[in-house]
């Protein structure tokens, strides 16, 4: 099982969001979106030992966190609108501390950073980190944190002080790039194919 | 300077698509504009370095190439969106065997895979391909074919039966994840970090 949680710092909860605005008035929920993508979609096929939480932090009520199951996702598509969809509806459910379900393999709830932190041993990335190709199969994570288009914030990082950090490459990626960066990796260790 | 070349077997040639059925009536319009955004878009960046050249082959003009050009591209965002109404723009402009700008960075004409393939050595991706980690730096192509989510056709096949093979990885991936995975290999030659 690998787990990939997605802050967006600015990314709406509000769940009438437009589908046509994704980049705008949404807060980067393209961006967003294509987290899911990255996270579940093979070609013709889901990942089905990936899950992908996202930790929406837009106004009007921050502190959203909603899960994607790749084991129990059903009829979503891979593109950001049909994504960005689910999000929204997600977004429209009153949600408490508990998980509540949106949709076969997506849930929603209120909560912080710090809780999905508790849940399991996360690993972040950063240009100083181990080569990811470098760092021996045992020490590779099952859980990565990543953040949208902005810098994790001082109160963030604060959390994320005693966390390993893995580097991916020379070039500064969007956080969907990364995680099909960071998949190629886990495919390879797992299957032996290198 | 890297180059992508992507076949859309369906991506339609009708510049009236609507943005808000990338999937659907536009022929898996969403996939192909991710492949542009793979090309051109690091965080906060444009790969200027990189061209991703579209061949449509929907219906009802199939044989539409439209370039796009990292290092003159303007005003172009990571959504699909934004990218399929740049590709729309595109095909709304009556275009012959001749390259047209569409706007900085994006031009349009007619043409061939054959044509395509004649501007420079392609290689394709092939799970029993050399495995890209393994090749030598010397080896490792400036140009790429990729396909959308159909495999190529015998024709296709054809035209590429002398040219290199790699592979990536155990996983079969969408188009827009292989450019991700290829580009992170050439950042890596490039500036030696691994």
Redesign the interface.
Known sequence: MTSFSVIGHTATTDGSFS??D??GKAGRM??IS?TVQ?SL?????IREDVTCTLILLGSPKPGVIIRFDGSAVRSM??????VASFIRMALGIPAGSIFREVAPGISVRRGTLAEILAEKPHAVLDEHGT?I??AGTDNIPSAFLLSD?QNFTPGEEALMRELPRFS???????AD?AI??L??EI??RR?E??
């Open positions: 589908l046509n994704l980049p393209d961006l294509r990255a979609f093979l070609s013709h096929g598509s891979p593109d950001e609108r049909n080569d190709r470098k288009h991916l490459g020379p070039a500064v990626l969007h790039h099909v960066l998949l190629n495919d390879r299957s194919w290198n």
